[in-house]
């Protein structure tokens, strides 16, 4: 069983920032990369950056040169700092992992999502 716990949502007004994480906890192998999604009301999940076991990162055309993606290995844990925010970064955010659950056998995995709320 893997679970994936994200935290820090919330209110923020346009131009603040926030931070979120995202702990991943259970029986696995190893993890092959994490990454951050999100859905807006009434639109589909969009991909807002990965990163790789190799500290490799990929980033939305959107939020690229306001958030950052960092993972720290040894406590399997996510972060995912926003700066600048817009009302359009507004959504459900959503912390994803790719791993394996044993030498062979590897899946994705999401967490329950945490709210993002940015007033204008």
């Known amino acids: 069983q893997v679970h994936l716990v994200e935290s820090g949502g919330g209110l923020v007004q346009a131009g603040g920032s926030l931070g979120l994480s995202c702990a991943a906890s259970g029986n696995f192998f190893r993890i092959i990369a994490m990454g951050w999604e999100r859905q807006a009301p009434g639109k589909e999940r969009e991909l807002v950056a990965t990163i790789n076991a190799g500290g490799g990162r990929n980033y939305a055309d959107s939020v690229k040169d306001r958030f950052r993606i960092t993972r720290d290995n040894a406590m399997n844990t996510l972060y995912l700092q926003m700066n600048n925010l817009k009302p359009e970064d507004t959504a459900v955010y959503y912390c994803?992992?790719?791993?394996?659950?044993?030498?062979?056998?590897?899946?994705?995995?999401w967490g329950q999502g945490t709210q993002v709320t940015v007033s204008s």
């Open positions: 994803n992992a790719r791993l394996y659950s044993d030498q062979r056998t590897w899946g994705d995995y």
